[in-house]
């Protein structure tokens, strides 16, 4: 069936209607570009035919973007000749987007055109908002769910389809910012307000025929089109739209310190577009669209935050056989931060939750972290009061363990002890119901040891929140050895609930993302006692995409909390520990009082407030400052290696059962360079021979750590990548 269908009505209007059939939410496909050409080919050579109106079949949203196998296979159908395929394709879509644009208007004097209006039911994003710009009016349901925008630019990409070109010369490159550079969504009425769209009604479909109807010569000629067209805010070498472009400039590699190819690019596109006619730059944005499609930045990103994203979150590793285990009734343990925050979370998914702490005070003051983040969405428009009395109305905090009678899952976040959590975990097994799920949201400990605490271990797992956890898109969902898939079914199912992105792994220490970001700080602390300076330490991190370095991270997580965890782990490991002098700086930083920013005190100095005041010179009394500074990229490479090795081991020993959890898990966990799509992808980007290359280099310099694991040693040899070996398809042949 196809994706696009017209009906011509009497009163002379042509309604295009766009329904996926096989999908929730419409994308663009390559078949229905050919089909929407078609059709407006038709539309407009009929004589019948006033006007045309273009909409969705879908109750509560236009499109959500482009199908983007459209673009994989432009580049892999063009065989020796990739960019010429991608460029080819992308000009076609701007043939037919400025088909309907033009929509048969004479050249010269901009009549005989016929009246082209989108009516938008709800969310429209990517191509489902450029192909709308491309009309000469568009009208957006009243609908508040309903998200607008140009969102490319989160998986590492830019609108290519036009509206990049489109949008800036509609709002000025100053107005088009937070769209195009921020991939900002908002709600319709934000939209109309922002000149995105035209018009907010309760019927779009009837407003649009309406205007079709009545829509003269003038009202179908774009800005850009119409003599004397000035772009809003000047182009770059007027006096205002020079400062406008230098200050974007200054903005996007602060923002993004170079690391991200896309925002470059754009940026690019803009400047030079602005410049020239617009048809010329449409053509300028196709050129350097195909130029960030084949980078291997923007394949990886595109895979992980997108394909591989949507994948994991709609249950790609779920048990398959195992009923919905929706969560009802969710006890959670603790009412710190933590708990708090996990309470927060489920009561707003609708859940009934009951707060446990040592005493009612203490509850219901993890109960009122609810209020005052609900009062602080209100604030911002993004609540209301009565949604807040709705989630408050859903936690019932208390001490009483009996009220967790009922409960369908329990999410243990006391203190971080075996004792204390395997004492927790006895006395509520003896109220809930037997076939309640147990889970520990503890960071660090191993799940199989919290287990042996319970009854029935098969029904007890791991759900690790990361903090703050309102905030953060992961949860590590831990398997003991004795898990039962059950409990991993009622893991996922509650984690889609709350709207979080879900990754699963095997149990071991630390699991799988501290395992990687721990040695990501240590390789930092290394270096501050060899002498590199700590500035020299954060902006390499942050020069490959990191959203803060190390050494900041360790301020923020607190440096108590790295020496617990030093301490706990040399115990656990004995003398297979790898002891280093970064250990020392921990415990000799603890001694100090300087815990990080909690304490207004560690690696940074701070004031009053708790602001950062700059990084702290004491620390340069007991490890000097060396003489001659390491280069950027040794630098760079020690932080980058020693998490992607540890990723690498998880998947050598089972702790990992899926790449794409392995990418995504590293992204959203501790923003791992998401420019490079995780561990994972960046080592299929740089190559594994020199990979193994580069280990062998750091090991001989730095030490066995940066020795190669054997897995990454055989694919070299065998030129093999991770996503050739352990991809889905790969697996599916297997």
């Not at 937070?178 to 479909?205: C, H, N, R, T, Y």
């Not at 983040?373 to 905090?397: N, P, S, V």
């Not at 699991?511 to 040695?519: G, M």
């Not at 009394?621 to 020693?642: H, N, S, T």
Request: proline residues 5%; glycine residues 10%; charged residues 25%.
């Amino acid at each position: 069936m196809a994706d696009f269908t017209m009906k011509k009505d009497d009163d002379g209007v042509a309604v295009i209607t766009w329904d996926v059939v096989d999908k929730s939410m419409n994308v663009m496909r390559a078949e229905a570009l050919l089909e929407l050409d078609k059709l407006i080919e038709d539309a407009l050579a009929d004589e019948t035919v006033q006007g045309v109106v273009i909409t969705s079949g879908k109750p509560d949203s236009f499109a959500g973007g482009m199908d983007l196998t459209v673009l994989a296979d432009m580049k892999t159908n063009a065989g020796d000749e990739p960019a010429k395929g991608l460029f080819d394709g992308i000009m076609q879509m701007h043939g037919l987007l400025r088909k309907i644009e033009l929509a048969g208007m004479d050249a010269k004097t901009k009549k005989g055109g016929k009246p082209i209006a989108a009516a938008l039911p709800g969310t429209a994003a990517g191509i489902g908002l450029e192909l709308p710009l491309a009309t000469h009016r568009i009208f957006a349901a009243n609908n508040p769910k309903a998200k607008i925008g140009l969102p490319e630019i989160m998986v590492g990409i830019f609108p290519g389809a036009g509206g990049t070109t489109r949008l800036v010369r509609k709002l000025g490159a100053m107005g088009a910012s937070p769209f195009l550079l921020e991939g900002k969504m908002v709600s319709p009425d934000k939209a109309q307000k922002a000149g995105l769209i035209d018009e907010v009604v309760d019927d779009p479909l009837a407003a649009a025929r309406d205007w079709v109807l009545s829509a003269k010569d003038a009202d179908i000629v774009k800005p850009w089109d119409a003599k004397g067209y000035k772009m809003p805010g000047g182009t770059p070498y007027h006096p205002a739209g020079f400062m406008t472009f230098v200050g974007a400039s200054a903005m996007v590699h602060g923002k993004t310190q170079g690391a991200f190819p896309a925002a470059k690019a754009l940026l690019s596109a803009v400047y030079e577009g602005a410049q020239v006619p617009f048809d010329t730059g449409l053509k300028i944005e196709a050129r350097w669209f195909t130029n960030i499609l084949m980078n291997p930045s923007s394949a990886a990103m595109m895979r992980s935050l997108f394909v591989n994203k949507e994948a994991l979150e709609k249950g790609a590793v779920r048990p398959k056989d195992v009923p919905d285990q929706r969560v009802k009734k969710v006890g959670v343990l603790g009412a710190g931060m933590m708990g708090s925050g996990i309470a927060l979370v489920s009561a707003m998914a609708g859940m009934e939750v009951v707060l446990i702490d040592r005493d009612d005070e203490t509850a219901e003051r993890g109960k009122s972290y609810t209020a005052t983040y609900m009062d602080k969405g209100i604030k911002r428009g993004k609540a209301t009061e009565q949604k807040k009395e709705e989630t408050l109305a859903q936690i019932t905090a208390t001490s009483d363990l009996s009220k967790l009678d009922g409960c369908d899952l329990i999410i243990e976040a006391v203190f971080e002890d075996p004792k204390v959590k395997a004492e927790m975990t006895q006395k509520v097994e003896a109220v809930i119901p037997e076939d309640c799920i147990f889970a520990s949201n503890t960071s660090t400990l191993p799940i199989t040891g919290l287990a042996k605490a319970s009854k029935r271990p098969e029904q007890f797992i791991g759900i690790h929140f990361f903090s703050p956890v309102e905030r953060m898109f992961l949860v590590e969902i831990i398997k003991g050895k004795e898990t039962g898939p059950r409990a991993v079914a009622k893991a996922l199912d509650y984690v889609r609930q709350i709207r979080k992105t879900p990754i699963v792994v095997n149990d071991a220490r630390f699991f799988y993302c501290n395992r990687c970001i721990i040695p990501y700080g240590n390789e930092a602390t290394r270096m501050v006692t060899e002498g590199v300076a700590m500035p020299l330490i954060d902006h390499a991190a942050r020069q490959l995409g990191f959203p803060v370095g190390p050494i900041q991270l360790g301020d923020e997580t607190s440096i108590d909390l790295a020496a617990k965890i030093t301490r706990a782990t040399k115990e656990a490991m004995g003398n297979a520990y790898p002891a280093s002098e970064a250990d020392n700086l921990v415990f000799w930083m603890e001694e100090q009082g300087r815990l990080g920013r909690k304490s207004k005190a560690g690696y940074f100095d701070y004031d009053e407030a708790g602001k950062r005041q700059g990084y702290w010179k004491g620390i340069h009394d007991k490890y000097p400052l060396a003489d001659e500074q390491p280069d950027l990229q040794e630098v760079q490479d020690r932080l980058m290696f020693a998490q992607v090795l540890e990723a690498v081991k998880a998947l050598e020993e089972g702790v990992l059962e899926d790449i794409r959890e392995g990418d995504v898990g590293a992204v959203l966990a501790w923003g791992f360079a998401p420019w490079s799509g995780g561990p994972f992808s960046w080592l299929d980007i740089i190559g594994a021979p020199y990979a193994v290359e580069r280990c062998n280099e750091l090991a001989a310099k730095f030490g066995e750590r940066f020795a190669p694991p054997a897995l990454l040693v055989e694919m070299a040899e065998n030129g093999e990548t991770f996503y050739g070996r352990f991809g889905v398809e790969q697996a599916k042949a297997a």
